[in-house]
């Protein structure tokens, strides 16, 4: 069963930083897209960044030049640097993945989430 892990959530206020971190957790053959969404209150869960296996990078346009995603293959782990946050950037995160599992099977797994609330 695979399983995603998020950390790095928590209250900042605007204009600081955070790093989210997700950790894919399981029995697969091989991890393709990652990446990240966020749903704020009342809000549809939106796009905020993906990483192909090649590592090119998508952003929404809102946070294109804040917002920083990388991956560690060898970790099985999607990272995003959150810098220059506003309160508008406050939601619950969730990290998204495309796993090929042990029946070959490429299957998308979401993650709990974790809060991100920038206030002053």
């Known amino acids: 069963q695979v399983q995603l892990v998020e950390s790095g959530g928590g209250l900042v206020q605007p204009g600081g930083s955070l790093r989210l971190s997700c950790a894919a957790s399981?029995?697969?053959?091989?991890?393709?897209?990652m990446g990240w969404y966020r749903q704020a209150p009342g809000k549809q869960r939106e796009l905020v960044a993906t990483?192909?296996?090649?590592?090119?990078?998508n952003y929404a346009d809102s946070v294109k030049g804040r917002f920083l995603i990388s991956r560690d293959d060898a970790k099985n782990m999607v990272y995003l640097q959150m810098n220059s946050l506003k309160p508008e950037d406050t939601a619950v995160y969730y990290c998204?993945?495309?796993?090929?599992?042990?029946?070959?099977?490429?299957?998308?797994?979401w993650g709990q989430g974790t809060q991100v609330t920038v206030s002053s």
């Open positions: 998204n993945v495309d796993i090929r599992g042990t029946d070959t099977r490429t299957s998308n797994y």
């Open positions: 399981g029995s697969f053959l091989g991890i393709y897209t």
């Open positions: 990483i192909s296996i090649g590592g090119r990078t």
